[in-house]
């Protein structure tokens, strides 16, 4: 799948080393529906948001009708290793439960990320 269509791969690209996304966007983004972001800029912005705000949403871009929310699962030295991701039927996800499920894929994401590094101090 694109990275560009989906939550987790937008956080992977906007958390990842500067050669992933300098080779995602070597073409055109791709398009798997009408809602995907083919627009450079308009991607980039995309994901300076998702750094900024610690959340990548997927509104119907890579399947039309399903939804997602993905954060970052952070290692030492706050490098991101993996991301958490929910879909869900978009009819399901309103404004409301939009925002409780945010703050439950973040703080699955966090206890991830405490997991991961309680992990590495035990090597």
Do not use: M, W
Not at 41 to 56: H, I, M, P, T
Not at 70 to 76: E, H, I, N, S
Not at 102 to 107: D, I, L
């Amino acid at each position: 799948n694109p990275l560009t269509c989906t939550a987790v791969g937008k956080v992977l690209l906007a958390h990842g080393p500067a050669a992933l996304l300098e080779a995602e966007l070597c073409n055109p983004p791709h398009a798997r529906t009408e809602y995907s972001i083919t627009d450079r800029e308009a991607l980039l912005a995309e994901l300076e948001a998702v750094r900024r705000d610690g959340v990548a949403f997927d509104r119907q871009e890579h399947e039309r009708g399903v939804v997602c929310i993905a954060a970052p699962v952070y290692g030492p030295q706050d490098r991101v290793l993996a991301a958490v991701g929910l879909s869900a039927p978009a009819p399901r996800v309103d404004a409301t439960s939009c925002g409780r499920l945010t703050t439950g894929v973040r703080a699955a994401a966090d206890r991830l990320s405490r997991e991961c590094l309680a992990l590495a101090v035990e090597r």
